[in-house]
């Protein structure tokens, strides 16, 4: 029985979707990445400010100055959190402009139908999880199917009254340099850098 093609019937997201528009919201992401690492980084020095402010100051001082730590802390993780779910919109596109590349060898493959099959959200989620490796189709076509790869993991920021009082005390005492307390004020957001330096090849 010849299957009569249903002239009504709407082409898979991925397919109507092309490699240009998912370039320039790639482009458009990584500008929002940019201005969110600038703010981060901005408060990431008031914190250090302040606490150069509170070494050598009274303890309702320290107080004050360790609550608007505390708030800059608050601050940071909402932009962080953001920042994070960015990075992991940042690498869905940037795999679907992959997809998009190697559509003519995923159909031979018989995997292209799949992903056409699939949900956009769920097709997305799916990518926003998985690191392609360049020139390595094989290894790609099984994390496609096997659904592979690391989540983002959630950042954690500690900003506690008592712990920014006991570093001003060690300061304060000699047992640690001002540098030292900063460095452990800062946020560490180790994991989005590193996805920063990853080339993505058009």
Not at 116 to 131: G, N, Q, Y
Request: net charge negative; charged share 45%.
């Amino acid at each position: 029985m010849v299957r009569i093609p249903n002239p009504f019937r709407r082409k898979p997201w991925i397919e109507t979707v092309s490699k240009e528009e998912l370039q320039r919201e790639l482009v458009r992401v990584e500008s929002h990445m940019q201005v969110l690492s600038r703010e981060i980084q901005r408060l990431e020095e008031e914190k250090k400010k302040l606490f150069r402010e509170g070494i050598g100051k009274s303890t309702i001082e320290k107080m004050l100055l360790a609550e608007k730590i505390r708030d800059l802390d608050a601050e940071v993780k909402v932009k962080l959190r953001e920042y994070n779910r960015l990075l992991k919109h940042r690498r869905a596109l940037a795999n679907l402009i992959r997809l998009k590349e190697w559509e003519g060898r995923l159909k031979e493959r018989g995997v292209w139908e799949k992903l056409a099959s699939t949900e956009p959200d769920r097709l997305i989620e799916m990518l926003s999880r998985v690191k392609f490796e360049e020139a390595q189709l094989d290894k790609n076509i099984e994390k496609i199917n096997e659904i592979l790869g690391e989540t983002q993991e959630a950042i954690e920021v500690t900003g506690e009254t008592k712990q920014i009082l006991e570093l001003w005390e060690k300061v304060e005492q000699g047992e640690i340099a001002p540098e030292e307390v900063e460095e452990k004020l800062e946020s560490k957001v180790e994991a989005a850098r590193e996805e920063e330096k990853l080339e993505e090849k058009a």
